[in-house]
């Protein structure tokens, strides 16, 4: 596979600078992309602003980046699993941009589509929607998001072929499929780099949005809020 880069630093290498908008698959902690997230707090790049339905928590996933402070600005529609999120919000140091979680994947996707913006009722006549163009439509009001498109984009998948098609999976499917095209440079973090190629209707994220693959290094999958019956 000529996509296939060794390691998630030489990945990144060329690609990674600071300011850029990153776009980051993941939902929770279930799909994120673990190695590129490490990678790029190792780097040291500054300033970044990070598309993410959420920030992870503190210590895990995307909360790497804010212990690091290398985050400027938050595009996210979740964020309350993470106490340094809200101390930095706060204290004025980090911006914030909330988005419902829906319109969130739709402005990736859009961005992904080549489309501009659309319009949506979500959020009409609330906070989210002061300042934005409105217009009408068969009696209702609409209020007008524009598309996501990132710098970089970084994924999570369960398999992919030697063209670099991904297949997820089950949950960590999620935000990583709009992700993956939002990217201007998409760069994929698998757990399996299988031999044959997957079977078209398997394939979730065609290769042609692929820049680089990355094998990530196994480790166990962390669970957020674990919830049992007592016996």
Known sequence: MTKRFSSAAEALDGVL??????AVGGFGLSGNPA??????????????TIVSNNMGVDGRGLGLLLEAKQVRRVIASYVGENKL??????AGTLEVEFAPQGTLAE?????????????????VGTPLAEGKPTAEFDGETYVQERAIRADL???????????????????ARNFNPVVATAGEVTIADVEQVQETYLDPDDVHTPSVHITRVIVSTPREKPIEQRTVRER
């Open 17 to 22: 600078r600071d300011g850029q908008t990153i």
């Open 35 to 48: 190695d590129l997230i490490e990678a790029v707090r190792d780097s040291g790049v500054r300033d970044l």
């Open 85 to 90: 999120f809200a101390q930095q919000y706060l």
């Open 107 to 123: 402005r990736l996707r859009a961005g992904g589509a080549g489309i501009a913006a659309f319009y949506t009722r979500t959020a």
């Open 153 to 171: 984009a970084l994924v999570h998948a369960w398999r992919a072929d030697p063209a670099g098609n991904l297949r997820y999976r089950l949950a």
